[in-house]
Antibody, heavy 118, light 106 residues
Framework: EVQLVESGGGLVQPGRSLKLSCLASGFTFSNYGMNWIRQAPGKGLEWVASISSSSSYIYYADTVKGRFTISRDNAKNTLYLQMTSLRSEDTALYYC???????????WGQGVMVTVSS | EIVLTQSPTTMAASPGEKVTLNCLASSSVSYMNWYQQKSGASPKLWIYGTSNLASGVPNRFSGSGSGTSYSLTISSMEAEDVATYYCLQLSSYPLTFGSGTKLEIK
């Protein structure tokens, strides 16, 4: 069974940093691209970042470019999102999702909440 | 950036009613994916590659479209279909979602 479990969220002050993790199980992690997607309270879905299976290709939304860094450790089956210079508008539920070709984001985690507030 | 515009924003349908949700892209895309999100839950892949149902999706659902215009259709609305539906384009980065259509039951 495919499982994605996010962790590392919490309350953080504006301008500070936070690192999210997503532990994958039930599939060969190193064979799949992975993504972070977020959802602000009461709002829609926003794609944040993508990373290919071997980390060769990385893409970011303009809203986080230069502040967030996506990475992965295939030996640990873990996806990361390092978030710096956090802003109030980064407050959201952050999901990690597996990327499978045309199927796109075929499995999602339960999400982890990040609240940026003083 | 390809902007996806979903319509309607909200709609209510009666049990048994046919429902059509629309997604209009600002530029042509190769295909469209759809996600279902129920309140308090993570989104689920619902339709991929424009017209392919994800595993476990009832066959009253269908998807169609090409170029810049795509749609998700429910042939006969059921109570369990109450959710927000999002379209997603994967043709070019940045990847973009539509703003969603909230589907309710009358």
């Amino acid at each position: 069974e495919v499982q994605l479990v996010e962790s590392g969220g919490g309350l953080v002050q504006p301008g500070r940093s936070l690192k999210l993790s997503c532990l994958a199980s039930g599939f060969t992690f190193s064979n799949y691209g992975m993504n972070w997607i977020r959802q602000a309270p009461g709002k829609g879905l926003e794609w944040v970042a993508s990373i290919s299976s071997s980390s060769s290709y990385i893409y970011y939304a303009d809203t986080v470019k230069g502040r967030f860094t996506i990475s992965r450790d295939n030996a640990k089956n873990t996806l990361y999102l390092q978030m710096t210079s956090l802003r109030s508008e980064d407050t959201a539920l952050y999901y990690c999702a597996r990327h499978r070709a045309v199927r796109g984001f075929d499995y999602w985690g339960q999400g982890v909440m990040v609240t940026v507030s003083s | 950036e390809i902007v996806l515009t979903q319509s309607p924003t909200t709609m209510a349908a009666s049990p048994g009613e046919k429902v059509t949700l629309n997604c209009l892209a600002s530029s042509s895309v190769s295909y469209m994916n759809w996600y279902q999100q129920k309140s308090g839950a993570s989104p689920k892949l619902w339709i991929y590659g424009t017209s392919n149902l994800a595993s476990g999706v009832p066959n009253r659902f269908s998807g169609s479209g090409s170029g810049t215009s795509y749609s998700l259709t429910i042939s006969s609305m059921e109570a369990e279909d109450v959710a927000t539906y999002y379209c997603l384009q994967l043709s070019s980065y940045p990847l973009t979602f539509g703003s969603g259509t909230k589907l309710e039951i009358k």
